[in-house]
């Protein structure tokens, strides 16, 4: 990529947020001054839409973002979901069976309503869910598969979420995506074909920018379809190594404003 970007898709956890999810208000600034020239940016992140009023917040203005790892494209002017992708009741059975197949003590969680609320069985472990008023338990667990999600959510006691991960990307192959975006041994699962790049690449074509023009910034493995997808790709210097081995050029940390940084270089705002 020679050129300036012609459109700027970052991670928000461990990217874009510091370690106690706040945003600076430089990181801020220089996004809206970005944005304000012209240039678009989208938040590309795991997270639920729920979940997304910390960072809007914390913005001069609300961003684009896709959503849930590819699955939904959002529009938070207009609060409308301009794309889903759902794991559809009769896929989420087979992906549910494998998996009790494959990892006997499973717990399972499904974003449901296009993200907006949250279905778990009674022992899934709830983390940063617990005390969301989106989210409920399910006694029976075919009531967890019977509507359309958009992300599966597997958790099974404390595990290496990489092995955890690679063992049920095994099990679910040529069926869904599995992928993490965490170190507690969170797996979240997609759709065949649904990642961060599908998502991105949608929208991206929605308002003609093309991928070579397209400048990313992630951390973690769920990010790695996008950052191959993109022109040109940047790590934060804390993202894990999966992301390290794939990245054009590594910034500094996320607690540092390693984005901000990064993009005062490219476009000359500070």
């Given at each position: 990529?020679?050129?300036?970007?012609?459109?700027?898709?970052?991670?928000?956890?461990?990217?874009?947020?510091?370690?106690?999810?706040?945003?600076?208000?430089?990181?801020?600034?220089?996004?809206?001054?970005?944005?304000?020239?012209?240039?678009?940016?989208?938040?590309?992140?795991g997270r639920p839409i729920r979940w997304l009023r910390l960072v809007y917040d914390q913005l001069a203005e609300p961003l684009p973002a896709v959503c849930a790892n590819g699955a939904?494209?959002?529009?938070?002017?207009?609060?409308?979901?301009?794309?889903?992708?759902?794991?559809?009741?009769?896929?989420?059975?087979?992906?549910?069976?494998?998996?009790?197949?494959?990892?006997?003590?499973?717990?399972?969680?499904?974003?449901?309503?296009?993200?907006?609320?949250?279905?778990?069985?009674?022992?899934?472990?709830?983390?940063?869910?617990?005390?969301?008023?989106?989210?409920?338990?399910?006694?029976?667990?075919?009531?967890?598969?019977?509507?359309?999600?958009?992300?599966?959510?597997?958790?099974?006691?404390?595990?290496?979420?990489?092995?955890?991960?690679?063992?049920?990307?095994?099990?679910?192959?040529?069926?869904?995506?599995?992928?993490?975006?965490?170190?507690?041994?969170?797996?979240?699962?997609?759709?065949?074909?649904?990642?961060?790049?599908?998502?991105?690449?949608?929208?991206c074509h929605r308002i003609g920018v093309d991928a070579a023009d397209v400048l990313a910034f992630g951390d973690m493995p769920n990010d790695v379809p996008m950052l191959t997808w993109?022109?040109?790709?940047?790590a934060v210097a804390n993202a894990h190594p999966a992301v390290l081995a794939i990245a054009d050029e590594v910034t500094s940390t996320n607690s540092t404003d390693g984005v901000a940084?990064?993009?005062?270089?490219?476009?000359?705002?500070?």
């Amino acid at each position: 990529m020679d050129a300036t970007p012609g459109l700027i898709a970052t991670d928000i956890d461990g990217t874009l947020l510091h370690d106690d999810r706040t945003l600076s208000a430089h990181t801020a600034t220089v996004l809206a001054r970005i944005s304000a020239r012209g240039t678009p940016v989208v938040l590309v992140t795991g997270r639920p839409i729920r979940w997304l009023r910390l960072v809007y917040d914390q913005l001069a203005e609300p961003l684009p973002a896709v959503c849930a790892n590819g699955a939904v494209v959002y529009d938070p002017v207009d609060d409308q979901v301009l794309r889903a992708d759902p794991l559809a009741p009769e896929l989420l059975a087979e992906v549910a069976q494998r998996l009790r197949a494959e990892v006997p003590d499973v717990s399972l969680a499904a974003e449901i309503v296009d993200s907006r609320e949250m279905r778990h069985e009674a022992h899934y472990p709830l983390r940063w869910e617990a005390g969301d008023a989106a989210t409920r338990v399910v006694q029976n667990p075919a009531e967890l598969l019977s509507v359309p999600a958009v992300k599966l959510l597997a958790r099974a006691g404390e595990q290496d979420p990489d092995r955890f991960t690679e063992l049920i990307s095994a099990a679910l192959a040529g069926l869904a995506e599995a992928t993490h975006s965490s170190n507690s041994g969170l797996v979240e699962i997609s759709a065949a074909g649904v990642t961060k790049a599908a998502g991105l690449a949608w929208y991206c074509h929605r308002i003609g920018v093309d991928a070579a023009d397209v400048l990313a910034f992630g951390d973690m493995p769920n990010d790695v379809p996008m950052l191959t997808w993109a022109g040109r790709a940047v790590a934060v210097a804390n993202a894990h190594p999966a992301v390290l081995a794939i990245a054009d050029e590594v910034t500094s940390t996320n607690s540092t404003d390693g984005v901000a940084a990064y993009l005062e270089k490219v476009f000359g705002v500070d």
